[in-house]
């Protein structure tokens, strides 16, 4: 795998798995500012807003994020630490 490829998980807090080629990763949290730092298979991170959306297989507001048009709600990543 060329080194440019490799993702540093060193910074990687959550996985929000989306195929078997992707994923979005969660690097930072800030509760002060309610935003998230993510990326997709860790190329160029940006924050983003907190948000509730509703999650028809919960039937319920789930806190997340929208990471471009795609919502990843907190309860199904999962806590990543090495």
């Known amino acids: 795998m060329p080194e440019d490829r490799i ?3 060193k910074t990687v807090i959550g ?3 989306i195929s078997n080629t992707g994923a979005v990763l969660v690097h930072r949290i800030d509760y002060t ?10 190329v160029d991170p940006v ?3 907190l948000k509730e959306q509703y999650i028809e ?4 507001m789930e806190l997340g994020f929208f990471l471009d048009q795609f919502f990843v709600p907190f309860c199904e990543i ?5």
């Open 7 to 9: 993702i540093d998980l």
């Open 57 to 60: 297989r919960t039937g319920e």
């Open 33 to 42: 500012g309610d935003r998230v730092q993510a990326s997709i298979n860790g």
């Open 47 to 49: 924050w983003t807003e």
């Open 78 to 82: 999962m806590r990543f630490h090495q």
């Open 15 to 17: 996985v929000y798995p």
